[in-house]
């Protein structure tokens, strides 16, 4: 573990410049950690001798996402907010952003800060990878919680639909992953682009104040930061490959739960994820969008206790 205000490169750009939000949650500190030759940030606090909670956020937030759930669910759990590759305030190496790659360094992440198994809830993009991550290595998960997110080969819909009042959610997936022209016309416009995403998937416009826009869009903004956000629509292609042939072998028997929001992107996520998982349940936020913690983290952070409170003797 390294000294959070001097982080050492090992692979990547480890972002260095990026201011880190003050204050963060109280009781929490930053690691960051050698995730398999990754450097990766983390954020950890509340009870080390209780069950371990694993938080993953989505495009284009970072481990901030969970700042308001975090407080709620330290007082029962240990509880540790990753940034992704790519994110945050995490390295931005040149390597594959498939989502089985991205896991193997999350969950490098977790075992370096001593965590032998633990419980893992993730947010869009954060989904994929978390669904990879039980994929690979469920012996290592007590259960899987996965918000408002279509998973690569098990959920995404090959086709984005052309009516206008649903093509506005999952447009940018084409987007993303026609070659150079993102990059031409987001790169200097990066806080328009995430204020965008922020606004247009909320319930609420005034979900996310001006700090938190500024926070969100400087870590796509910073150096590696666009490139890496693409990435991973750009590799889902392999992460549905790669999920296919885990599948293949067996399904998930680990506790699972999908949480959707009145306003989401997907209506029942219980219902779209029983076909590959023994244990699934589902719940629904309601008076929420697609940013299910920012909207409503009380709720999520009762939903996230409830899961786990009722699989303790798994």
């Given at each position: 573990?390294?000294?959070?205000?001097?982080?050492?490169?090992?692979?990547?750009?480890?972002?260095?410049?990026?201011?880190?939000?003050?204050?963060?949650?109280?009781?929490?500190?930053?690691?960051?950690?050698?995730?398999?030759?990754?450097?990766?940030?983390?954020?950890?606090?509340?009870?080390?001798?209780?069950?371990?909670?694993?938080?993953?956020?989505?495009?284009?937030?970072?481990?901030?996402?969970?700042?308001?759930?975090?407080?709620?669910?330290?007082?029962?759990?240990?509880?540790?907010?990753?940034?992704?590759?790519?994110?945050?305030?995490?390295?931005?190496?040149?390597?594959?952003?498939?989502?089985?790659?991205?896991?193997?360094?999350?969950?490098?992440?977790?075992?370096?800060?001593?965590?032998?198994?633990?419980?893992?809830?993730?947010?869009?993009?954060?989904?994929?990878?978390?669904?990879?991550?039980?994929?690979?290595?469920?012996?290592?998960?007590?259960?899987?919680?996965?918000?408002?997110?279509?998973?690569?080969?098990?959920?995404?819909?090959?086709?984005?639909?052309?009516?206008?009042?649903?093509?506005?959610?999952?447009?940018?997936?084409?987007?993303?992953?026609?070659?150079?022209?993102?990059?031409?016309?987001l790169t200097g416009r990066e806080r328009e682009y995430v204020?965008?995403?922020?606004?247009?998937?909320?319930?609420?416009?005034?979900?996310?104040?001006?700090?938190?826009?500024?926070?969100?869009?400087?870590?796509?903004?910073?150096?590696?930061?666009?490139?890496?956000?693409?990435?991973?629509?750009?590799?889902?292609?392999?992460?549905?490959?790669?999920?296919?042939?885990?599948?293949?072998?067996?399904?998930?028997?680990?506790?699972?739960?999908?949480?959707?929001?009145?306003?989401?992107?997907?209506?029942?996520?219980?219902?779209?994820?029983?076909?590959?998982?023994?244990?699934?349940?589902?719940?629904?936020?309601?008076?929420?969008?697609?940013?299910?913690?920012?909207?409503?983290?009380?709720?999520?952070?009762?939903?996230?206790?409830?899961?786990?409170?009722?699989?303790?003797?798994?």
């Amino acid at each position: 573990m390294s000294d959070p205000a001097h982080p050492s490169p090992i692979s990547g750009n480890p972002v260095r410049d990026l201011p880190l939000p003050a204050p963060e949650p109280a009781g929490f500190t930053h690691h960051w950690v050698d995730a398999d030759g990754v450097r990766l940030h983390a954020v950890e606090g509340g009870r080390p001798d209780r069950p371990a909670v694993v938080l993953l956020a989505g495009f284009p937030q970072t481990w901030w996402a969970w700042r308001k759930v975090m407080p709620a669910l330290a007082d029962q759990f240990h509880v540790i907010a990753v940034d992704l590759p790519g994110q945050g305030h995490s390295a931005r190496p040149d390597i594959s952003y498939d989502t089985h790659t991205a896991a193997a360094h999350v969950h490098a992440a977790v075992t370096a800060l001593g965590v032998p198994k633990y419980w893992l809830a993730a947010h869009d993009i954060g989904a994929w990878v978390a669904f990879s991550l039980a994929l690979k290595y469920p012996s290592r998960l007590h259960g899987l919680a996965l918000l408002d997110a279509g998973i690569p080969g098990i959920t995404l819909p090959d086709a984005i639909p052309t009516d206008p009042e649903q093509a506005w959610k999952t447009w940018h997936f084409a987007f993303h992953l026609v070659p150079d022209l993102p990059e031409t016309l987001l790169t200097g416009r990066e806080r328009e682009y995430v204020d965008w995403f922020l606004k247009a998937k909320s319930l609420s416009p005034g979900t996310f104040d001006d700090a938190e826009l500024e926070q969100y869009a400087a870590s796509v903004a910073a150096p590696g930061g666009l490139r890496a956000s693409l990435a991973y629509y750009r590799d889902a292609a392999k992460s549905a490959r790669l999920n296919h042939e885990a599948l293949a072998q067996q399904r998930l028997d680990i506790p699972v739960l999908g949480i959707s929001s009145s306003h989401g992107s997907v209506p029942d996520m219980g219902a779209s994820l029983r076909p590959w998982a023994e244990h699934a349940t589902g719940t629904v936020v309601p008076d929420a969008g697609h940013f299910i913690p920012d909207e409503q983290p009380d709720a999520v952070a009762a939903a996230l206790t409830a899961f786990i409170t009722g699989h303790d003797d798994d």
